[in-house]
Every structure is written in structure tokens, then in C-alpha cells.
């Protein structure tokens, strides 16, 4: 095989990577210039694999978000390690199809391996069945679908067989404050937002165990309860200690969303946010957030291996099947599939354990200093204190007499600003009622000069705004 494709990919990859830094962090280029780039007339005839290369590298230019910068704060996206960007250029080379043993010996026995390790690091049991999806998404829907079978179960009906037909209905309980993948994943199972009951959450973004209680006792049959680990706003770890059990005693099923706190456990400082959740029955994750693996890598374990095996495993008389090797189709939504769990092999290795819980505590450290920073510049105001990685700022109207719809607007203006100045990249949020700077800090790139340079162009921006000026 030509191999000048791969060497220009190598070549574009280290030059993006090496300007990461002094590129906008906001894709500067328009959609209408993006499109004038690519969308050219198809040619009938095809061109070197060395010049298509080039050419994606070119037109692709400023269309690219800096999501790798030390300066990315926005949402919540996770930076990429060199090992593990380079463990997926491997997987692409290798073109493997981890669907069953057969089709890829190594894709299934590195799954093994770091489905095993992840178990380790993140304290959950050790018996729990797992599997590597594309994202925390898929990662709910493969938790949810064995709680669906579960719990169904559990009144005699069997949803492998019988379908949803006319099965009891199952009742959802889960927090306000969840991420609404946790909604869409309901959906796909067939289980529809009113069958969602949305428990209300106390100040500190916490459902307590009154609420879970009432909402239980509200109703039989059929349960799922739905925790967060580390909420999208305040990074709100739901009591489980007390909550678990409760749900347990109703018969209910408890699936957490740790998209990217489930982390947290890893670290000494923020391990106690975590106490008692490994007494769920599954947990979502992600390994392309806070674990810096290339987009895209989720991961789902379930404390019950049958439920999990009984949802996903399919059979065909083509299949191959190695005593003891582990097929990932039994465990996994998709059936052809990227060998995602070299990317998260890699990581583990590249950091160590002591790496992991150093990055989550040198993360977290920098999105205090960010967030305090941010909230001592003239006209800022804290919103919600830092808790682990995620904060919450806002800029008030100076002007005599602004009303909270100015001080929305000032906020949303900053963040423009700031973004369109690409230095640094920011989300914002309604929370409460009002609008705010959203602070998350989840990339390994991220140091304490990226920090100071963030909070200087975020004080530009302010002394830019013109209502800044005006007292
Ligand atoms: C990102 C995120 C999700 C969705 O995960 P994907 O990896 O994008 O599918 C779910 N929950 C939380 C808390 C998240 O931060």
C-alpha cells in the first residue's frame, strides 16, 4: 500500500497539534466558507490518496473547534492524550471489526483487559459486566436496557420475547437535573417521557431521600431510578448511601450517570462525592471526556452480567465462538465496530493509576483558580462555587438600575466576546433562572499559564464591553 496518505496525516496532525495554542480555540472559519471548500463537484475520476489528504487538511482549516486547546471550557468535551490518538490511528490502520472474537482476537481480549481495569480504577465490582460504546449516550442505553429487561423480569414478563406490547409499564424516576441522554436512551428502550417522573432537587442540586421516598411510595411495579454523578452545572453527586438502598428496597433498579464523575473516584480528594455508588446496579461513563480519549469512547458496566448478556446477545449461525473469549456483541448495541477500547488501554497505561486521580485533582485545582478568578474581575459575580471541575460565573450591567434581563444579556455578551477573541472557548447556561458563564475544566492540557491567560482575556473582554464602561 502507498503510504504517503498516512505520512501527510502524520505530517497535518503534528503541525495542527504543534499550533493548538496559538490558534483561535472558537472555529473561525463560516459555514458558508467551510462549504465553498468542500462541496465541489464529485469527480468521476479519483485523485492520489496523498492529495485528498492534503486537501481535507487544507479546506478543513478554521473549521475545527480548538476542543484539544488548554483553553477549552465549553461543555463538557475532554481533551486527547498522544498515546491515545496515536492508539487510534493504530485501530484505523489495523481496519479491525470488534464484533466477535473471531473477527478480531486482539480488539476483544484489550476490551477484556481494560474493561477489567476500569472496573478496578473506578472501584466497581468486580463481577460487573461491561461494555465500550461511542459515548455516555450509548452507555445509558446499554444500562438501561438491561434494566428494562430486569425489572421486567421481575413481574414475569420477558421483554426478549414478548416485547413492550402490552408489558407493565415501567416507571422512570430521575433527577431535574440529569442530562437528557438519559431521556433520549429511555426512548430508544421504548419508554416514553411520561413515563418519566422528574424528582425535584434541594439547593444543592441533590434529590434527598424524602423526595425518592414520596416518589416511590407514589407507585409499584416496574422501577428504574436514575442518579447523577457530577451534574452538568454543579457537578451535584446524588447521596447514595442513603438513596440506593431505598430504591432497592421498592425493588427499584438504580443507574447512575458519571459521564465525567464517575472519575471522581479515582481521586482521594473527591473519592467521598462517590461513597456508596457501587451499590448500583449500572453505570455510565465516558473514557473520551475526563480519561482524554479521542472522541468516541463510552463505557457501561451492570452488576447483573445475565440482565446485560440477556439484552444485547444475538446469535448467527456464522458466528465463530472461542470457549472463554469474550464476543463483544454480547455486551455492546452495535454489531460492526470500531475497536474502541485501545484508546482507553492506552490511556490507563500512558497515566498510570496515581495519573488518572493526579489529572482529575490538577483539573480540578485549575477550575477553582478559574472560576475564582473569573469572580473577582470587576462587574463578575459567582454563581455556583466550584465543585470538582465544573463552576458557574456571571457579569453584572453596571448600570444604575439594570434589571436581571441586563445582567443576562451583559453575561451572554462576555461569553461572545471572549469566544469570538478566541483565546478561550466558554459555555453559558441558564441556571436558576439566570444566565451564566459555565467553567469546565476536563483536559490534560490544561495548566496554570492557560488558567492566568484565560482570566486575562476574560477581564479584555469586560474592559471591551461597552456597557462595561458606563457607571
Ligand atoms: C456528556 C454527558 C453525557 C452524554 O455523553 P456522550 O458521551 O456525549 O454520549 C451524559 N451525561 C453527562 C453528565 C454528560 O456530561
Same mark, same amino acid.
Given at each position: 500500500m502507498d503510504h504517503s496518505a498516512l505520512d501527510r496525516a502524520a505530517w497535518h496532525a503534528r503541525r495542527y497539534l504543534d499550533h493548538v495554542d496559538t490558534r483561535s480555540v472558537a472555529a473561525p472559519a463560516t459555514r458558508d466558507a467551510l462549504l465553498a471548500r468542500f462541496d465541489i463537484p464529485l469527480g468521476a475520476e479519483g485523485l492520489p490518496a496523498a492529495r485528498v489528504i492534503d486537501d481535507l487538511a487544507a479546506?478543513?482549516?478554521?473549521?475545527?473547534?480548538?476542543?484539544?486547546s488548554a483553553r477549552f471550557f465549553a461543555w463538557v468535551i475532554?481533551?486527547?492524550?498522544?498515546?491515545?490518538?496515536?492508539?487510534?490511528?493504530?485501530?484505523s490502520a489495523w481496519d479491525q471489526n470488534a464484533v466477535i472474537y473471531a473477527t478480531s482476537p486482539v480488539s476483544s481480549v484489550v476490551e477484556e483487559v481494560a474493561g477489567k481495569w476500569l472496573l478496578d480504577l473506578l472501584r466497581l465490582p468486580a463481577t460487573a459486566s461491561f461494555a465500550f460504546t461511542t459515548g455516555c449516550q450509548m452507555a445509558h442505553f446499554t444500562g438501561l436496557a438491561a434494566a428494562r429487561d430486569h425489572v421486567l423480569r421481575a413481574v414475569g414478563w420477558d421483554v426478549?420475547?414478548?416485547?413492550?406490547?402490552?408489558?407493565?409499564?415501567? !416507571?422512570?424516576?430521575?433527577?431535574?437535573?440529569?442530562?437528557?441522554?438519559l431521556d433520549r436512551a429511555l426512548r430508544y428502550l421504548g419508554i416514553g417521557s411520561r413515563q418519566l417522573e422528574i424528582l425535584p432537587v434541594d439547593g444543592d442540586g441533590l434529590i434527598t431521600p424524602r423526595v425518592l421516598e414520596g416518589a416511590l411510595a407514589r407507585g409499584n411495579g416496574p422501577t428504574i431510578v436514575g442518579l447523577n454523578a457530577g451534574d452538568l452545572n454543579t457537578a451535584a453527586f446524588d447521596p447514595y448511601p442513603t438513596l440506593i438502598p431505598l430504591a432497592h428496597a421498592h425493588g427499584a433498579w438504580v443507574h447512575i450517570d458519571g459521564a465525567f464523575g464517575l472519575f471522581a473516584r479515582t481521586s482521594e480528594r473527591f473519592a467521598a462525592l462517590t461513597d456508596g455508588m457501587e451499590l448500583a446496579d449500572s453505570w455510565a461513563t465516558d473514557c473520551h471526556k475526563w480519561l482524554n480519549v479521542p472522541q468516541d469512547c463510552g463505557f457501561a458496566a451492570v452488576r447483573h452480567p445475565e440482565a446485560h448478556r440477556r439484552a444485547m446477545t444475538i446469535h448467527d449461525s456464522y458466528f465463530v465462538s472461542e470457549q472463554a473469549a469474550r464476543d463483544p456483541i454480547d455486551?455492546?448495541?452495535?454489531?460492526?465496530?470500531?475497536?474502541?477500547?485501545?484508546?482507553?488501554?492506552?490511556?490507563?497505561?500512558?497515566?498510570?493509576?496515581?495519573?488518572?486521580?493526579?489529572?482529575?485533582? !490538577?483539573n480540578s485545582a485549575q477550575c477553582e483558580a478559574l472560576v475564582r478568578g473569573l469572580a473577582a474581575l470587576p462587574g463578575a459575580e459567582l454563581v455556583a462555587a466550584p465543585r470538582l471541575n465544573q463552576g458557574l460565573v456571571r457579569f453584572l450591567d453596571p448600570r444604575l438600575g439594570a434589571t436581571a434581563a441586563?445582567?443576562?444579556? !451583559?453575561?451572554?455578551? %462576555?461569553?461572545?466576546?471572549?469566544?469570538?477573541?478566541?483565546?478561550?472557548?466558554?459555555?453559558?447556561?441558564?441556571?436558576?433562572?439566570?444566565?451564566?458563564?459555565?467553567?469546565? %475544566? %476536563?483536559?490534560?492540557?490544561?495548566?496554570?499559564?492557560?488558567?492566568?491567560?484565560?482570566?486575562?482575556?476574560?477581564?479584555?473582554?469586560?474592559?471591551?464591553?461597552?456597557?462595561g464602561h458606563r457607571h
Open positions: 479546506a478543513a482549516e478554521g473549521g475545527q473547534l480548538g476542543t484539544g475532554g481533551g486527547a492524550l498522544p498515546s491515545t490518538i496515536a492508539a487510534e490511528w493504530l485501530v426478549g420475547t414478548q416485547g413492550l406490547a402490552g408489558s407493565p409499564p415501567i !416507571r422512570v424516576l430521575a433527577s431535574e437535573l440529569r442530562h437528557v441522554s455486551w455492546t448495541p452495535e454489531w460492526s465496530r470500531r475497536a474502541r477500547a485501545f484508546g482507553a488501554y492506552a490511556a490507563l497505561r500512558e497515566l498510570g493509576r496515581d495519573g488518572v486521580a493526579r489529572l482529575i485533582d !490538577r441586563d445582567h443576562d444579556a !451583559r453575561t451572554d455578551r %462576555v461569553i461572545e466576546t471572549v469566544n469570538r477573541g478566541g483565546e478561550a472557548m466558554f459555555g453559558g447556561v441558564t441556571w436558576r433562572g439566570r444566565r451564566a458563564m459555565r467553567v469546565c %475544566v %476536563v483536559n490534560s492540557q490544561t495548566d496554570e499559564a492557560a488558567v492566568q491567560r484565560t482570566i486575562a482575556a476574560v477581564a479584555r473582554s469586560l474592559s471591551a464591553d461597552p456597557e
